[in-house]
């Protein structure tokens, strides 16, 4: 059965139109900048390796795992570069994210940070398509991209239960039927999470679930910390705030994430949720800002990279990578 197209009009600032991103032109040449902007990750591994750092985690477990990392974070940076250009957005607000030691280290060294990353940041974009426009494929795009952030990292299942929470109320706002996003954005989740329990009990004996609250006040205030290192992550919150609030619940819902994993002692790190915050804000920018939006946003940008340079979030590995190869 045919379903009737969405008659909700899609406001100009956020239209998603995925054929308008493409640049480059042809695959050749989007491919050969993706190679191009993993060529200086590649050159920061190589370094790190000559100085004696291995890597940990998912990139020391896959072979040429190393290679793997910097062609993904070619390729984040390729597709997120894509949409700054398409959306008309100064290219200046990705400084933050680009020229900054933890871009460096995770994009050489943490596959599992840049895969969560770019999974979680695809998520936010189709949840807030699927609150602006009223579009199911919003909530499907976002499910997906869920389902593989926690084949990555389980704290995104974290980010599927808030998504689901707050959908029912996005749609009690709009006031019309709609699709449950509830249950398409945390179905996949759940039933990738539920394989992955699985075949660690095939092939371990047992299911290791351990759970270590730090405490409600504890777990507030690393979220609270989270967003104190990415003020443009707050700055782009107060534009959804004043232009499309019920699309807001869907872009803080990452640092509900942050604040989920902290109360549940699952894996967490500084490191990851900045890169985080920071992709999804760039995500987030509305289309086509105008010149006093683009000035102010600019701006932060620009206060958010020195802070990030005098006050760097931490993390166990990303300082042994900082001491190893540095000496810091």
Request: net charge positive; proline share 7%.
């Amino acid at each position: 059965m045919a379903t009737a197209p969405s008659t909700v009009a899609i406001p100009r600032w956020q239209r998603w139109d995925a054929a308008e991103e493409r640049r480059p032109r042809t695959a050749g040449r989007r491919w050969l900048l993706r190679l191009a902007l993993a060529l200086p990750f590649a050159a920061l591994a190589l370094q790190a390796g000559q100085q004696g750092y291995a890597a940990t985690g998912l990139t020391a477990l896959l072979p040429g795992g190393v290679l793997l990392t910097c062609l993904t974070t070619g390729v984040v940076l390729a597709a997120l570069g894509e949409r700054l250009v398409a959306w008309q957005v100064p290219m200046r607000l990705g400084l933050p994210l680009v020229l900054v030691p933890v871009l460096a280290y995770a994009g050489s060294q943490d596959l599992t940070a840049m895969l969560t990353v770019a999974f979680l940041a695809l998520a936010v974009e189709g949840f807030v398509h699927f609150a602006v426009a009223g579009r199911s494929d919003g909530a499907v795009r976002a499910g997906l991209a869920l389902a593989a952030a926690v084949l990555c990292d389980p704290t995104a299942i974290v980010y599927a239960a808030a998504f689901a929470a707050v959908a029912p109320f996005v749609a009690a706002e709009r006031r019309r039927p709609v699709p449950p996003g509830w249950a398409v954005l945390l179905f996949p989740t759940l039933a990738a999470t539920a394989g992955w329990a699985l075949l660690d009990w095939r092939l371990t004996g047992a299911v290791e679930i351990a759970l270590d609250p730090r405490g409600l006040s504890a777990a507030a205030g690393g979220a609270v910390l989270a967003v104190a290192h990415t003020p443009l992550y707050a700055a782009i919150a107060v534009v959804y705030a004043v232009r499309r609030p019920r699309a807001l619940a869907g872009f803080l819902v990452p640092v509900v994430g942050v604040f989920g994993a902290l109360l549940a002692g699952l894996a967490y790190s500084a490191v990851t949720a900045y890169l985080l915050l920071t992709v999804v804000a760039l995500v987030a920018v509305p289309r086509s800002p105008s010149r006093r939006l683009g000035a102010f946003l600019g701006t932060v940008a620009l206060a958010q990279w020195a802070l990030t340079i005098t006050w760097p979030p931490t993390s166990p590995a990303y300082q042994d990578w900082l001491h190893v190869v540095w000496g810091f």
